[in-house]
């Protein structure tokens, strides 16, 4: 499955050795034209990312795209996540005891429309971290609790006020490729977890 990475971080990082595409490729493994299509798109495989990661001595989330997309009338909606929030649990695939990363599909919504759709690389027990519209800030943990199992926690956090306030904090436990899906007011987040394997 193919994600979105900063692929101006690959660039940079790249340049800054003074390395040319393909002097990377030769320490990657990775194609020439792999690494001239990520360095265009910004699309890649987790396989690839992880190498590239590798030689360059960095962690697979560190190349995660910035997310700031605009996001409409939130500062008057997120105190409604103190409210209700409903969660259908789902899971995936675990392979047993090892730190494999894991790629969660990330949708916000407001009343059916997508606001923000991005892929997390969240590595075990690291967190990763989206901010929308500078008014939203959510933190995304995950642990692997058991060979088919992996427990995700979520902060969010408001920052309408200039401070990060806590305003809720979901936890749960999904398996593979299914969706756990978080309510509140007119908004909802969507996570669909797959583990890499190795």
Do not use: C
Not at 132 to 156: F, H, R, W
Request: aromatic share 6%.
């Amino acid at each position: 499955m193919d994600m979105q990475v900063n692929y101006n971080l690959i660039k940079e990082q790249r340049q800054n050795r003074a390395w040319s595409q393909s002097h990377l490729e030769n320490v990657s493994g990775l194609s020439l034209r792999t690494i001239q299509r990520i360095e265009k798109t910004g699309t890649a495989s987790l396989e690839s990312v992880k190498s590239i990661a590798s030689v360059f001595e960095m962690k697979i989330v560190d190349f995660q795209p910035p997310v700031n997309k605009a996001l409409p009338s939130i500062k008057a909606k997120v105190a409604a996540l103190l409210a209700a929030t409903s969660m259908i649990l789902a899971a995936f695939i675990v392979i047993p005891a090892s730190a494999q990363p894991v790629m969660i599909d990330f949708i916000f919504a407001e009343n059916s429309t997508e606001l923000s759709n991005v892929k997390i690389l969240s590595e075990d027990q690291t967190e990763s971290e989206i901010i929308i519209a500078n008014q939203l800030k959510i933190v995304l943990t995950s642990k692997v609790a058991s060979k088919d199992t992996v427990d995700i926690a979520i902060n969010l956090y408001d920052l309408s006020s200039g401070k990060e306030v806590l305003i809720h904090s979901p936890k749960f436990t999904t398996k593979h490729l299914q969706t756990a899906e978080i309510r509140f007011d007119d908004y909802a987040l969507f996570l669909t977890p797959e583990i890499s394997t190795p």
